[in-house]
């Protein structure tokens, strides 16, 4: 009987239930909604997970407070589309519970991190909806704590919890009527009950395999400006006026062990009162800080309340902030733009409309918030205006928020290229920043959009009768239209889409079209609505055979 979980077990339970997620993410990715080629979720969870475990992998420490907080920060990295995100939130409260405890904990600690873990995972959504992942973890944690009072073996803890949360996966087409519809269940909820399912496999001796899971450790090697990066976003692009003369750098080291989370966010916000450009990251091990200040005095003792300072480092910035001032206002933008989509066609058509970044991502390939976060530190501008694209990278887009110091991120919601495309044009250099987004999140609403592709699996949706291989229309909510073949769809998905009000009719083609057919199609097109301009380009997407807009 194994009444507790020590640090290690701990360790193996985050690998297992990456491991399981791992190996079985193909069959989550395929309970996607619709029936199409674009099921991602076993796959944005799996890597997720997998960025979990480089992060703790990378912990020397064995102690819960280090283990905990990697894995949070891993998971929140690598943190990908709707599902990913939550399970990083659901893992995060998790670890805010075990991070507490010394050596072991029991079912009764573990019932509390559950509950954690639902609290925070609602928090990070707007709009809740039941009959997802946040369903599934909700009812194992209101159940958690009554089983743990009947189980204090964790094998058969695990395996009761299990059971529950099995349970509610049953019931997410009842309080979900599209997967109903699809006749499946919640595929993140399937992720979920997977990773649980790599828990009690580490605790009960299943082998899972562990050591194959990709989990390329940092390079202990590595500098602490390899681990924190460097300081040319802030030495390069934040100077603004020669406002505070010393740049101020150090970290804090043995930090005393009174000193909490909170300290580090307090150290910051006082930097912040005597400075700017204030960095102040790391966790109770280490903290990194820099501050260009007046007084760097003043921030030292700040920082020595925490613990002891190592590496300090005081520059006198007025020579060098001379130098690079005339260069940086020439060059420094208020306003920004960062686009994600997939296909080069569609990446071109992006930067034709002055977006200043275009990072790969859509259907099968979401960008992480990490990832997001990364390209907006890249544009030399005051605040960026991001479009997602697609309705499963927009929880991610706003996840990165919280990973950029010294930009503002501004989300449009775009639900698809079209959407991204009209938004670009609305951007006025010329006009203030709500300015912008206004017209930005506005424009969306004059555009309507689709794409076909073809059905992977026998599903009745929508009023269609599908079969396997069918070519299908849809917008981002409903099949619209079926046909033997791509421009009969195309056809009926364009007549479906279509009002009185539409002008203009625009095809992007995906790799898997040529030039010759799209072109064909367009005629046909321009004979069917002669009252409409039609235009077609290369999109180079995958999955999609062509997406479609009409304004």
Same mark, same amino acid.
């Given at each position: 009987? %194994?009444?507790?979980?020590?640090?290690?077990?701990?360790?193996?339970?985050?690998?297992?239930?990456? =491991?399981?997620?791992?190996?079985? !993410?193909?069959?989550?990715?395929?309970?996607? +909604?619709?029936? +199409?080629?674009?099921?991602?979720?076993?796959?944005?969870?799996?890597?997720?997970?997998?960025?979990?475990? !480089?992060?703790?992998?990378?912990?020397?420490?064995?102690? @819960?407070?280090?283990?905990?907080?990697? +894995?949070?920060?891993?998971?929140?990295?690598?943190? =990908?589309?709707?599902?990913?995100?939550?399970?990083?939130?659901?893992? !995060?409260?998790?670890?805010?519970?075990?991070?507490?405890?010394?050596?072991? @904990?029991?079912?009764?600690?573990?019932?509390?991190?559950?509950?954690?873990?639902?609290?925070?995972?609602?928090?990070?959504?707007?709009?809740?909806?039941?009959? *997802?992942? &946040?369903?599934?973890?909700?009812?194992?944690?209101?159940? /958690?704590?009554?089983?743990?009072?009947?189980?204090?073996?964790?094998?058969?803890?695990?395996?009761?919890?299990?059971?529950?949360?099995?349970?509610?996966?049953?019931?997410?087409?009842?309080?979900?009527?599209?997967?109903?519809?699809?006749?499946?269940?919640?595929?993140?909820?399937?992720? #979920?009950?997977?990773?649980? =399912?790599?828990?009690?496999?580490?605790?009960?001796?299943?082998?899972?395999?562990?050591?194959?899971?990709?989990?390329?450790?940092?390079?202990?090697?590595?500098?602490?400006?390899?681990?924190?990066?460097?300081?040319?976003?802030?030495?390069?692009?934040?100077?603004?006026?020669?406002?505070?003369?010393?740049?101020?750098?150090? @970290?804090?080291?043995? #930090?005393?062990?009174?000193?909490?989370?909170?300290?580090?966010? =307090?150290?910051?916000?006082?930097?912040?009162?005597?400075?700017?450009?204030?960095?102040?990251?790391?966790?109770?091990?280490?903290?990194?800080?820099?501050?260009? *200040?007046?007084?760097?005095?003043?921030?030292?003792?700040?920082?020595?309340?925490?613990?002891?300072?190592?590496?300090?480092?005081?520059?006198?910035?007025?020579?060098?902030?001379?130098?690079?001032?005339?260069?940086?206002?020439?060059?420094?933008?208020?306003?920004?733009?960062?686009?994600?989509?997939?296909?080069?066609?569609?990446?071109?058509?992006?930067?034709?409309? &002055?977006?200043?970044?275009?990072?790969?991502?859509?259907?099968?390939?979401?960008?992480?918030?990490?990832?997001?976060?990364?390209?907006?530190?890249?544009?030399?501008?005051?605040?960026?205006?991001?479009?997602?694209?697609?309705?499963?990278?927009?929880?991610?887009?706003? %996840?990165?928020?919280?990973?950029?110091?010294?930009?503002?991120?501004?989300?449009?919601?775009?639900?698809?290229?079209? %959407?991204?495309? /009209?938004?670009?044009?609305?951007?006025?250099?010329?006009?203030?920043?709500?300015?912008?987004?206004?017209?930005?999140?506005?424009?969306?609403?004059?555009?309507?959009?689709?794409?076909?592709?073809?059905?992977? !699996?026998?599903? *009745?949706?929508?009023?269609?009768?599908?079969?396997?291989?069918?070519?299908?229309? #849809?917008?981002?909510?409903?099949?619209?239209?079926?046909?033997?073949?791509?421009?009969?769809?195309?056809?009926?998905?364009?007549?479906?889409?279509?009002?009185?009000?539409?002008?203009?009719?625009?095809?992007?083609?995906?790799?898997?079209?040529?030039?010759?057919?799209?072109?064909?199609?367009?005629?046909?097109?321009?004979?069917?609505?002669?009252?409409?301009?039609?235009?077609?380009?290369?999109?180079? %997407?995958?999955?999609?055979?062509?997406?479609?807009?009409?304004?």
């Amino acid at each position: 009987m %194994q009444k507790t979980i020590n640090s290690t077990e701990f360790r193996k339970m985050v690998l297992s239930g990456a =491991r399981m997620l791992e190996i079985n !993410r193909a069959k989550v990715d395929a309970l996607n +909604v619709f029936p +199409v080629p674009d099921g991602d979720t076993g796959t944005n969870m799996s890597l997720t997970l997998q960025s979990a475990v !480089r992060e703790m992998n990378a912990c020397s420490s064995n102690r @819960f407070q280090e283990i905990c907080d990697a +894995v949070s920060k891993g998971a929140l990295k690598g943190a =990908r589309g709707n599902s990913g995100v939550i399970s990083s939130q659901i893992f !995060r409260g998790i670890c805010s519970v075990i991070k507490e405890t010394k050596d072991s @904990f029991d079912t009764k600690t573990f019932a509390k991190a559950m509950e954690a873990g639902t609290k925070v995972a609602y928090s990070a959504v707007s709009i809740p909806k039941e009959g *997802t992942i &946040l369903t599934v973890v909700r009812c194992m944690s209101e159940a /958690a704590a009554k089983l743990a009072s009947k189980h204090k073996d964790f094998v058969d803890y695990l395996t009761a919890l299990i059971e529950v949360g099995d349970e509610a996966l049953a019931r997410t087409p009842e309080l979900l009527p599209v997967l109903k519809k699809a006749g499946v269940v919640d595929s993140g909820g399937v992720g #979920l009950m997977t990773i649980m =399912r790599g828990f009690l496999a580490a605790i009960s001796g299943e082998d899972t395999d562990l050591e194959e899971i990709p989990t390329e450790a940092m390079d202990s090697n590595k500098s602490e400006d390899d681990v924190f990066g460097d300081n040319s976003d802030i030495i390069n692009l934040d100077l603004g006026d020669i406002e505070f003369a010393y740049c101020t750098e150090f @970290f804090v080291i043995n #930090l005393k062990q009174i000193t909490t989370l909170a300290d580090i966010d =307090r150290l910051k916000e006082k930097l912040m009162q005597i400075g700017d450009s204030v960095i102040c990251i790391g966790d109770l091990e280490l903290v990194k800080v820099h501050v260009h *200040t007046n007084t760097p005095g003043v921030a030292l003792s700040y920082a020595l309340e925490l613990g002891e300072l190592d590496r300090i480092k005081i520059e006198n910035m007025l020579e060098e902030n001379r130098a690079l001032k005339a260069k940086l206002e020439a060059e420094k933008k208020e306003m920004g733009m960062l686009a994600i989509c997939a296909g080069s066609g569609l990446e071109e058509i992006f930067k034709d409309l &002055l977006c200043d970044r275009v990072i790969e991502g859509g259907q099968t390939m979401n960008p992480s918030a990490q990832d997001i976060a990364d390209a907006v530190q890249k544009i030399n501008a005051s605040n960026v205006f991001v479009f997602p694209n697609n309705s499963n990278v927009i929880l991610a887009a706003e %996840q990165a928020k919280a990973l950029v110091t010294n930009r503002t991120i501004h989300v449009i919601p775009t639900k698809n290229v079209p %959407q991204g495309f /009209a938004a670009a044009l609305q951007f006025n250099a010329d006009a203030s920043v709500p300015e912008n987004k206004t017209n930005m999140t506005h424009a969306i609403d004059n555009v309507s959009s689709g794409q076909v592709t073809y059905a992977v !699996r026998n599903t *009745t949706m929508n009023g269609f009768k599908l079969k396997e291989g069918d070519i299908i229309g #849809l917008d981002n909510k409903r099949i619209l239209a079926k046909g033997e073949n791509i421009d009969e769809t195309t056809l009926k998905l364009v007549k479906a889409l279509k009002n009185d009000e539409h002008e203009m009719i625009t095809l992007y083609y995906g790799k898997e079209v040529t030039e010759e057919d799209a072109q064909a199609l367009s005629e046909k097109l321009a004979e069917e609505y002669p009252d409409c301009d039609v235009d077609f380009h290369f999109g180079g %997407q995958p999955v999609y055979y062509y997406m479609v807009s009409l304004e």
